[in-house]
């Protein structure tokens, strides 16, 4: 059976750093923070004030009161971002068949804030269990593509992908192989979140995984820095339409790249540290090189995980100086996180877009915040440090890891 090819033909962000594609890669590229003290909630007593929020965002701008009223802040936030990708693709919504348009989403957390609400507001009650109905399906993290498929009409699968840190890319890699196989034409995918709640915050920071830098927030995310204390909580979504190339091409689509492989693969090794020699990480680059049928050399770009994390960070470059061999000397690797923050279940999505803009613009996002060398790291490595860089980028890959071990990769080629 000959595989389909995969193309991207829309995409849709609501980020820290800009509510649409546009304002995202502009402030990419002016490697601008989005770390900030929180608004959503009083900081006083937690050890972390800041995170990296969607900003001057009003739902009611996009959607109707009462509809808004029954989404948890990560559904909303997916609706948005997937209603920009699909007016950006032009998809035609009366004719094509929509039988065959699917929507695989990820999350790794879902409706926190909901979740939150309805227990606060039970346990200062008289014990008389008040719920509101909408509790449950703003809550379950399956509810973000339920919802973008019932205001459009998209009836192929329907899903979302949990795997933490990795869901979006997860959630990539299902479309892709849904689109592959020949069983749907057009699938919206990526992912969306909205953790910086109480409980999010208090709970990272149990965990001793936040940065706590809260005198000086915009530079606290700094992947690969000797000085890096944790990562920076980050919300939003970020959308694709993947969509089967000869699809694409027949109704004169815009492409802007092609979905050329993914991998998956776990650490097997801990709940919540990578494992120090990053087997994992190699085994899902070396899956994700291979279903493409490319060789490490052919890859020009690659944004990391890169958390900001001591142990993550070293781990991944690890990894990909073991992988790439000589070449990774010749890459240009960068983590955008050192902007957004992390964005948990949609990391994956936003990074993804990233990518694609790389190849769209011949530019790579920096790395922002860096300042000290890590002895820890290979010093010839090129992490795009501070400054954006020019460069033509052909094949870019994206990497995203979860809590649990799980890793996920994508990669983006240029289209023939």
Request: aromatic share 6%; proline share 4%; with cysteine.
């Amino acid at each position: 059976m000959e595989l389909k090819r995969v193309v991207v033909t829309g995409l849709g962000a609501l980020t820290p750093i800009g509510n649409t594609v546009d304002e995202y890669w502009e402030s990419l590229i002016a490697g601008k923070s989005g770390a900030a003290p929180i608004t959503h909630f009083d900081t006083e007593k937690f050890k972390t004030k800041f995170a990296c929020e969607v900003k001057n965002f009003n739902i009611t701008d996009f959607l109707n009161r009462k509809d808004a009223r029954k989404m948890d802040k990560f559904a909303q936030y997916a609706m948005v971002a997937s209603d920009e990708a699909i007016v950006d693709s032009k998809l035609n919504l009366d004719e094509i068949n929509k039988l065959r348009v699917g929507v695989i989403w990820g999350a790794g957390i879902g409706g926190l804030e909901t979740f939150q609400t309805e227990v606060l507001n039970f346990a200062e009650g008289d014990g008389t269990p008040r719920f509101n109905p909408f509790f449950i399906p703003k809550m379950i993290a399956d509810i973000a593509p339920a919802n973008i498929s019932i205001k459009y009409g998209f009836m192929g699968p329907n899903y979302t992908t949990v795997s933490a840190c990795a869901s979006a890319a997860n959630a990539m890699c299902d479309a892709l192989n849904y689109i592959r196989l020949g069983h749907c034409d057009v699938i919206v995918t990526g992912g969306s979140e909205a953790a910086v709640t109480i409980a999010g915050m208090g709970g990272f920071n149990a965990m001793h995984a936040l940065s706590t830098r809260n005198e000086n927030p915009e530079t606290a995310s700094r992947p690969f820095d000797a000085t890096r204390d944790g990562f920076v909580l980050g919300e939003g979504a970020g959308t694709l339409i993947l969509e089967e190339y000869e699809h694409a091409k027949a109704r004169g689509a815009k492409i802007y790249a092609e979905l050329v492989g993914a991998g998956l693969s776990s650490d097997a090794y801990h709940m919540t540290a990578p494992h120090p020699d990053g087997i994992g990480v190699r085994a899902v680059m070396h899956n994700c090189l291979e279903n493409a049928g490319l060789k490490p050399e052919d890859v020009d770009a690659i944004n990391t995980h890169g958390t900001s994390t001591p142990l993550g960070d070293v781990a991944e470059l690890k990894a990909i100086s073991e992988v790439f061999g000589s070449h990774a000397k010749s890459i240009n690797i960068n983590s955008t996180k050192s902007m957004t923050g992390h964005l948990l279940g949609a990391a994956g999505a936003i990074e993804a877009i990233s990518s694609i803009l790389s190849i769209e613009h011949g530019i790579i996002p920096p790395t922002i915040n860096h300042t000290t060398v890590d002895e820890n790291i290979d010093p010839e490595l090129n992490l795009t440090l501070n400054k954006a860089q020019k460069r033509d980028v052909k094949v870019a890959m994206s990497n995203t890891f979860g809590f649990g071990g799980h890793n996920a990769c994508v990669l983006f080629k240029k289209i023939d």
